[in-house]
């Protein structure tokens, strides 16, 4: 079980979005095969006429070959690239607005409705699309903005691995919805531009995945509509502001979700009623430090409220780093990393597995025969298991003011620490390695059946 920190955390906040994902090239990948196949049948044309063969194919029986590459590819380009049906959809209602103070109404049946008429997304896995983001301008902090860089691409490479669309959003979507209300507006308008989606992921810029085999357990929570990481008895006990933390949060997409956040978002700084939500949640939670409302109090504020409406479709997730303090994963970083090379280095036939050099496409295969080893590893503090994500709550990377609980330096050369572990687990399929977590500049190439090869 992951355990409450000790400290109160002052959560830093993102506010953007820019898609990235790749797609296959079939396009020049059928260019190349049709020139080719011209090509060849120009040779063959000039070859026919010095060398006559009447046991060759004909002209037309090669044009016909062209054509069938031709069709292939027309069929392979609109698998790549569905296109709307010509019957009208919920985006042509002008009446549905992706602004966070028009509410959406009927979207379960919208969706639903939407996905019948685009058959390639419904069934199959649950679609997920994370969403993070960071501020418009330059980060304050001179090495801010290559932090966060890095920290998007830890969440690129995670989603690459996992099948999860990104959005990363760099404007405030609702001008008065700034710092850690930001993220409401993105995530409202990611739920209308992914119906295909079953869940949103919001995570903060200044939060990375740690382990890249990590996956989300969703069938826990099947009966479920937001998860977040923290300690019911804290939230119901001690009514603790700090007994959630609201930096991560996974939610589905459906009408429930949309009342929530409109109801969430409405005791924020955008609501004529700010002001008195700020002395509501202040007088609620003893602990709270400051008078501002803020969307992690008013979140376990409407858990405690309404138990029956929002708070039993609210997970509260801690058996696993849903996200971990980073104050007490990163020194432990070294001997997890010692832990995992001890047992890809032994001997038989499972540990050869483990080590066996593979494609980065079949990675969830090797994800699944590491399991049987991590049994005994256990999650959370004191765990030698990966942590699946860490988030450096306080260190505040692109504006610099760090809680003075420690130095901007230890939040720095922590941050680095962590994304090279994460790194490391990312370019072993591409061959190389960071020997020092502290320096980024360098990596190493790998030999052949490491890490076995170096023990030995």
Known sequence: MVSPPELSHHFSMAKNSLRGRAFPCFTDGCLFLGGALMALLLVWSFSAFVFP?????????????????????????????????????????????????????????????????????????????????????????????????????????????????????????QPKMHTYWAKYPAVRA???????????????????????????PLDRYRDHNLVVHGWAHLVHDKKSWTSINAGIFLIRNCQWSMDFMDVWASTGPQSPDYERWGKVLSSTFKDKIFPESDDQSALIYLILKHPDLYGNKIYIENEYYFQGYWVDIVPSLDNI????????????????????????????????????????AGYGLGSWRRPFITHFTGCQPCSGDHNQMYSGETCWSGMVRALNFADNQVLRNYGFIHPDLLDSATVEPIPFDYPAARSG
Request: glycine residues 6%; proline residues 6%; charged residues 30%.
């Open 337 to 376: 990393t010692r832990r995992y090379t001890e047992i890809e280095s032994g001997e038989g036939e499972d540990a050869s597995v483990l080590r066996r050099r593979h494609a980065e496409k079949v990675s969830e295969f090797y994800r699944a025969q590491w399991e049987p080893h991590l049994q005994e």
């Open 190 to 216: 990611a739920m209308l531009a992914h119906p295909e989606a079953e869940w949103i992921w919001w995570v903060d810029s200044d939060a990375l995945f740690t382990d890249m085999d990590f996956t989300l």
């Open 53 to 173: 063969n009447p046991r060759a194919n004909s002209p037309e029986e090669a044009l016909a070959g062209t054509r069938i590459v031709e069709d292939h590819c027309r069929a392979a380009r609109v698998a790549e690239s569905p296109q709307d049906p010509p019957d009208k959809t919920f985006y042509d209602d002008p009446g549905v607005s992706y602004t966070i103070e028009k509410p959406v109404k009927g979207w379960d049946e919208k969706r639903k409705e939407w996905l019948r008429r685009h058959p390639s997304f419904a069934g199959g896995r649950e679609r997920i699309v994370l969403v993070t983001g960071s501020q418009a301008a330059p980060c304050r902090n001179k090495i801010g903005d290559h932090l966060l860089l890095r920290f998007f691409k830890n969440k690129v490479d995670y989603c690459r691995l996992h099948g999860c669309d990104v959005f990363y959003n760099n404007v405030l979507l």
